[in-house]
């Protein structure tokens, strides 16, 4: 399974950025799809989640701001992110955790290459 990140770029504090994230290969089902970050020096970690139902959990860091979304016919995953703030520098990775078969050892859980967001004046 591979995933193609894109969207990421330099916005100056306040604006906005949407990130996409295309998933191919052998899949059966997705079921968590999410966007992680990771900013120079320091760990990477969740920024926003969606199930398959379309429920949304975020990072208290952004939550009002960033919004996730899922086309599950396209098993796409986006993150609209309004209201940038320098501290949201960082490159951002999605993941998609699903199955490839009916198997449940068919389980995967795949990472794109990520794709860097600068916020800066």
């Known amino acids: 399974v591979q995933l193609q990140a894109s969207g990421g770029g330099l916005v100056q504090p306040g604006g906005s950025l949407r990130l996409s994230c295309a998933t191919s290969?052998?899949?059966?089902?997705?079921?968590?799809m999410g966007w992680h970050r990771q900013a120079p020096g320091k760990q990477r970690e969740s920024v926003a989640v969606?199930?398959?139902?379309?429920?949304?959990n975020y990072a208290e860091s952004v939550r009002g701001r960033f919004t996730i979304s899922r086309d599950n016919a396209k098993n796409t995953v986006y993150l609209q992110m309004d209201g940038l703030k320098p501290e949201d520098t960082a490159v951002y990775y999605c993941?998609?955790?699903?199955?490839?078969?009916?198997?449940?050892?068919?389980?995967?859980?795949?990472w794109g290459q990520g794709t860097l967001v600068t916020v800066s004046s």
């Open positions: 290969g052998s899949i059966f089902s997705i079921n968590v």
């Open positions: 969606v199930t398959y139902g379309g429920i949304p």
């Open positions: 993941n998609v955790q699903g199955h490839r078969t009916r198997a449940l050892s068919s389980w995967f859980n795949s």
